[in-house]
């Protein structure tokens, strides 16, 4: 999909297309949200980490989570390659994780590591997990759902578990300086 040059329509009746676009990134910006890194595989060799924020649950029954990722980044190709991915709870203490995790990663497979942060295959999916979380969960995708510039990966939860002490606070955005999307 080619990216559009300018504010991205619809716009509300008599609003200057470029003061709206600012006003609804900084709505849109100001909305409360977790803030996680997503392991990823294409069911073989390959591995891969990325920080996400646009993360939610999106039905109790059937257990489905969803997560949204660019349609270039990496994660996506191994996501639909492998159709599997993990979600993990970083804690609040460990913000500085997530700002390793925003750019291609360096993968060691004989240590394990992503970046230099240790991780291990999620037991039911193969996704990796990194072993510094408080908890996570693993998801086999069930419907990828195409939206533009990203695809909502729906997965079912097929794998949940706490590494760290469960009180341990976790990591939402507005424990950051960071922004995305808007
Ligand atoms: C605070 C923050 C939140 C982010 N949230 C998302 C997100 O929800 N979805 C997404 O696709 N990319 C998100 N990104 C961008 C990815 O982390 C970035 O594109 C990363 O390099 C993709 O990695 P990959 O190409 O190795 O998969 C976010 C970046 C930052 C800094």
Redesign the pocket.
């Known amino acids: 999909m080619p990216v559009r040059e300018g504010p991205v329509p619809p716009f509300p009746p008599g609003t200057d297309p470029e003061s709206y676009d600012r006003l609804r990134r900084r709505v849109l910006w100001k909305m409360p949200s977790g803030?996680y890194v997503v392991g990823?595989t294409d069911g073989a060799q390959r591995r891969?980490?990325?920080?996400?924020?646009?993360?939610t649950q999106v039905a109790t029954d059937p257990k489905w989570l969803g997560?949204?990722?660019?349609r270039?980044?990496?994660?996506?190709?191994?996501i639909e390659a492998g159709g599997v991915f993990s979600l993990c709870l970083v804690a609040r203490d460990d913000r500085a994780i997530?700002?390793r995790?925003?750019?291609?990663?360096d993968v060691d497979l004989g240590a394990r590591t992503l970046n230099g942060f240790a991780y291990f295959d999620g037991p039911v999916t193969g996704a990796p997990v990194l072993a510094q979380s408080v908890g996570y969960l693993e998801c086999e995708v069930r419907r990828p759902v195409e939206v533009g510039t990203?695809t909502l990966f729906l997965g079912e939860i097929v794998n949940a578990a706490f590494l760290a002490d469960e009180d341990t606070p976790v990591l939402r955005?507005e424990d950051?300086r960071?922004?995305?999307?808007g």
Request: aromatic content about 8%; charged content about 10%.
């Open positions: 803030l990823s891969n980490a990325m920080t996400l924020n646009w993360a997560i949204a990722v660019e270039s980044a990496h994660t996506h190709e191994l997530v700002r995790f925003t750019k291609p990663v990203h955005m950051t960071m922004s995305y999307g």
